[in-house]
């Protein structure tokens, strides 16, 4: 089927990856009907097989043993009229997806691919959605969130959201009208910020940057100066910062 392709880098392995990838979430997504059909149950055991050149095919397994790749999910055929049309999809995806890693690490066990090597290639992989994600929707809905999180990266200090950006309508600014000066919005921002200084370097606030306020001594610190993430900040019910934490602790 692919006599003789084999991909020797870091950078091959993942083209390789991308490529078969894409096919297969074509079969999944675009070519959907198609595929359906050719998955009959009356048929031998099916595979799905995603190629470099992102097409796609149903067929028989492999019959050298052991194959020259490892060799997709058997059977997928079976299954599909015994259970939901998109529960059956979702359950190839996921094969899908440890067939398309399998045949990556392959690769990479097979050129020697030192733990540097490996751990790259699975950064590379792991940084797109998987077959899963995207034939589920999940993946459009985690990029909603990212964006979502990203348009508000001031924000959400804790479970009271207790941070500059939804301070902002109370005690650091005022309701800003939405319909006039539209422009003129972030300026103003920066400006009724700027006297609000770090307790822990002393610099002024920046609207692009996440801050967390004590609930002790009420000051604001740059989450990076208290070594405070966003996502570290959305469990914490009430924030010390060090300079309390350490009064606290004196008898």
Known sequence: MEAGYNPRTVE????????RRAGLIKALTTDVEEFFQQCDPEKENLCLYGFPSEQWEVNLPAEEVPPELPEPALG????????????????VAVHSD??????AFYFGAR??????????LFNMINDLPTVFEVVTGAAKKQQKEKSSVS??????SKSNSK?????????????????EDDEGLDEEEDEEH?????????????SDEFWICCDICEKWFHG???????????????YKCPSCSNKRVRP
């Open 12 to 19: 091959e392995v993942f083209r390789d990856f991308k490529g």
């Open 76 to 91: 997928i055929n079976f299954a599909r009229d015994g259970m939901q049309e998109k529960e059956w999809l979702s359950l």
């Open 98 to 103: 440890a067939w398309l890693l399998a045949v």
């Open 111 to 120: 050129f020697g691919f030192d733990k540097a090597d490996r751990k790259r």
């Open 151 to 156: 348009n508000h990266s001031s924000s959400k």
């Open 163 to 179: 941070s500059l950006a939804s301070e902002s309508q109370g005690k650091y600014s005022k309701p800003q009208p939405k319909d």
């Open 194 to 206: 700027g006297d609000t200084l770090c307790g822990a370097c002393g610099d002024n606030y920046a």
């Open 224 to 238: 990076k100066c208290v070594k405070i993430t966003p996502a570290r900040a959305e469990h914490i019910k009430q």
